[in-house]
């Protein structure tokens, strides 16, 4: 071999070591920087708790925390402030299971029609459609629930209130509609076919394979959709605040007005609270006890997916 050809084959094999050498470096980079990317979400809700739970043990060193849970007054602005938290509560659950009558069977019919009754190019032109719900502003919701939906409502309710929660709970239903009908389509499309045929070749019809095989096969994640559903609602922000007025009312009729916990939130943090007033504070209290329940919910929709989970 001649000495050139000899320097050159070096020279490639040291090129080579070199590349392999800074591959390496960067290989051993990597672990550490997904690691700190993991944790920046457990750092923000870390940060989130710390601060929620600083500002809350502040508030009830003012206020007794069994006035704030058992209470059903709530006039933060009086001369003699109460700070009872059961209005707020009665609001969200309220609005909350309205929006549930109307999203759960019409999410979950649609879902068994998607996985069950459509064909794949029906499929496919359909789902992106109803998803496409799911990218809707909330505050054009709030405008179209207080604009449209309240003024139909009173036709037929005479003694509806101009801002109620019915409306607000109607409209947050059809929102949620994509989420229940995506989550639980998937859900349902992942039943293996063989189950399906196998109930078909024993002469079940297709309404009986649908109610007695798929759906309990499938039941894990249609009730997870249904808790992320739930969540989402107990949630939501400008819809309740635009449609179901201001009103700290504890009551279960649906024709008044009503606040929710994301509604007393805007309306302090929009208002003229000073910071370090009891006002200010009821706020973080507030807000605290709204990321238990969306805590609760998750935790639930978590439980629900692993009990009745099935492994095809």
């Known amino acids: 071999m001649s000495s050139d050809k000899q320097n050159s084959v070096q020279e490639m094999i040291s090129e080579k070591k070199r590349t392999r050498k800074l591959f390496n470096q960067l290989e051993k980079m990597i672990p550490p920087m997904l690691f700190v990317i993991a944790a ?4 923000t809700t870390i940060g989130i708790v710390i601060t929620l739970l600083t500002e809350t043990i502040e508030f009830f060193k003012q206020v007794s925390i069994v006035e ?22 009665m609001g969200t659950v309220m609005s909350s299971v ?45 405008f179209f629930a207080f604009t449209f939906v309240t003024p139909v409502l009173r036709q037929i309710i005479p003694g509806l209130e101009t801002t ?15 989420m229940i009908a995506s989550l639980s389509e998937d859900a349902m499309s992942a039943v293996p076919n063989a189950m399906r045929e196998g109930a078909l070749a024993l002469g079940s019809t297709k309404l009986e394979v649908t109610r007695r095989v798929v759906i309990p096969a499938a039941f894990s994640g249609i009730v997870a ?31 008044q007005s009503m606040q929710t916990m994301t509604a007393y939130i805007v309306e302090v943090t929009s208002g003229d609270a000073p910071a370090g007033s009891t006002i200010y504070f009821s706020l973080y ?3 605290m006890t709204l990321f238990v329940f969306t805590l609760l919910m998750n935790l ?12 095809y």
């Open 225 to 255: 959709s249904f808790v992320l559903g739930i969540s989402r609602a107990i949630g939501e922000t400008m819809i309740v605040t635009i449609a179901s007025g201001s009103s700290k009312n504890f009551t279960f009729d649906v024709t």
């Open 300 to 311: 639930l929709a978590r439980y629900v997916s692993r009990r009745f989970r099935e492994e």
């Open 68 to 89: 704030f849970f058992t209470s059903t007054t709530l006039k933060p602005l009086s001369q003699n402030p109460e700070f009872g938290v059961l209005p707020l509560v």
């Open 40 to 43: 920046v979400s457990i750092l």
């Open 285 to 287: 209290a507030v807000a």
């Open 164 to 178: 109620n929660i019915l409306s607000p709970g109607i409209v947050m239903g059809i929102m949620i509609i994509p």
């Open 98 to 142: 309205i929006a549930m009558l109307i999203a759960a069977p019409i999410g979950l019919m649609t879902a068994i029609y998607l996985s069950e009754y459509a064909s794949e190019r029906v499929r496919k032109t359909l789902k992106p459609l109803l998803e496409v719900l799911a990218g809707i502003p909330t505050i054009v919701y709030g």
